[in-house]
C-alpha cells in the first residue's frame, strides 16, 4: 500500500480545495504543490469525476497525470485515448495535450492502450505542427513501450532535413532550422534512447531489490540523462511499487543507498563545491524518502543528513510540514 501521512489525511474540505486547486488553478506557470496528504481513494473519486469533462486542456491533463503517478491510480487510464482524436489542426493547444496524453498512456496504460499510445506518436511526428516541436517529441519516445522503433522518431526528422538541404544557401531561417534538426538528430535522439533502454532494463530486471535501487536511482538522479526529468518517472515506479508491497521495503531501498553515498563520499580525499552541492542533493533527497516511507534514519545517517542537509530543495517523496497546514478555504 502507498504510505500514509504521519499526522493523517487531509478532511474532506481540504482534500477538495488542494485537489481543485492542484488541477484547475490559473497560475500554471508557477509551481502548485502536489497535494500529497489525501486519502488515495479521494483522489481516485475525484479524478474519475474530473475527466469526464469535455474542457479539459493541457495544463488541466498534465497536472492529473502528476496526481495519478503520485498516488498510482492506473485504473483510470480507460478514460484517456477520447482526448485523442486527430482533431489537433493548427491548435498547438490540442497538440500539447494530445502529447500528455500519450505520455500517460505509455507509463501508465495497459498493453492494449500503450500500442494506442504508440500508433499516436507515429501520427503526431508527422503532424503540421511537428516540425516545430521535433524536440519535444523526440523526448515523448522515452514513454513508449519497449518495442517502440526509432525510426519512428528518426525517419520524419531526416525527410524534413532532406526537404530543407535545397535552401539551406540562400534561406537563412531554412538553415537554421537545418542544424536544429541535426542536431535533434544526432544528439538528443540518442540521449532519449539510452535513457529510454535504461528504464526498460530497469523494468525488465528479475530481481525485485535491484529493480528497487534502479526506480531509487534514477529518482535521486544517479542515472542523470539530459531531456529526461528521471526523478518523475523514478517517483512513478517507486510508488508502483509500494503500493503492491509495504512502505517499509521502500524505506530499505533508500538506507541502503545512503549508507553507499556516505561511502563513497568518505572514500574520497576532498569534495570541491560542487561535489559538496550534488552530496547535499543526494543525502537529503535520500534521508528524506527514507521518512517518507516509515523508516528511520540510523544514528549516523542522521547525524551525515544534518551535516549535509538542503532543507531548500523541493523533493516529492517528502511530507512538507506546510502541506498539512494549507488552510481549507483559500483560493488560487
Not at 83 to 104: I, M, P, Q
Not at 218 to 246: H, K
Request: with cysteine; charged share 30%; hydrophobic share 35%.
Amino acid at each position: 500500500m502507498l504510505p500514509q501521512p504521519p499526522d493523517g489525511f487531509q478532511d474532506d474540505a481540504q482534500a477538495d480545495n488542494l485537489l481543485n486547486r492542484f488541477v484547475f488553478g490559473k497560475s500554471f506557470d508557477s509551481p502548485t504543490p502536489l497535494p500529497k496528504r489525501v486519502d488515495p481513494q479521494k483522489v481516485n473519486d475525484f479524478l474519475s469525476e474530473v475527466l469526464e469533462s469535455d474542457d479539459l486542456a493541457h495544463p488541466h491533463l498534465s497536472r492529473i497525470g502528476q496526481l495519478m503517478r503520485f498516488y498510482d491510480i492506473q485504473s483510470l487510464t480507460n478514460q484517456l485515448p477520447r482526448f485523442l482524436d486527430r482533431n489537433e489542426g493548427d491548435k498547438l493547444a490540442l497538440f500539447d495535450r494530445s502529447r500528455t496524453v500519450v505520455a500517460l498512456l505509455g507509463d501508465m496504460g495497459n498493453e492494449a492502450e500503450q500500442a494506442q499510445a504508440s500508433e499516436y506518436y507515429r501520427y503526431l511526428m508527422t503532424h503540421i505542427l511537428a516540425s516545430d516541436h521535433f524536440e519535444h517529441l523526440i523526448d515523448l519516445f522515452f514513454h513508449l513501450p519497449e518495442k517502440a522503433e526509432p525510426v519512428w522518431a528518426s525517419d520524419p526528422i531526416k525527410r524534413e532535413i532532406k526537404a530543407l538541404e535545397p535552401k539551406i544557401q540562400t534561406d537563412e531561417d531554412a538553415e537554421v532550422h537545418y542544424y536544429e534538426l541535426q542536431d535533434i538528430l544526432e544528439d538528443r535522439l540518442p540521449t532519449i534512447q539510452k535513457a529510454k533502454k535504461k528504464k526498460h532494463d530497469a523494468l525488465n530486471a528479475k530481481d525485485a531489490n535491484r529493480q528497487r535501487q534502479d526506480y531509487g536511482h534514477f529518482y535521486l538522479e544517479l542515472e542523470r540523462t539530459a531531456y529526461i526529468d528521471t526523478p518523475s518517472w523514478g517517483v512513478m515506479m517507486l510508488q508502483r511499487e509500494c503500493n503492491a508491497s509495504r512502505p517499509e521495503e521502500l524505506a530499505e531501498v533508500f538506507k541502503h543507498g545512503l549508507d553507499l553515498i556516505m561511502s563513497r563520499a568518505k572514500a574520497r580525499r576532498s569534495l570541491d563545491a560542487g561535489d559538496t552541492d550534488d552530496l547535499k542533493t543526494y543525502v537529503t533527497r535520500c534521508a528524506r524518502a527514507i521518512e517518507f516511507y516509515g523508516g528511520t534514519l540510523s544514528e549516523d545517517q542522521a547525524k551525515y543528513a544534518e551535516k549535509y542537509a538542503h532543507p531548500e530543495q523541493n523533493d516529492v517523496l517528502y511530507w512538507e510540514p506546510e502541506d498539512a497546514k494549507t488552510p481549507a478555504g483559500s483560493g488560487s
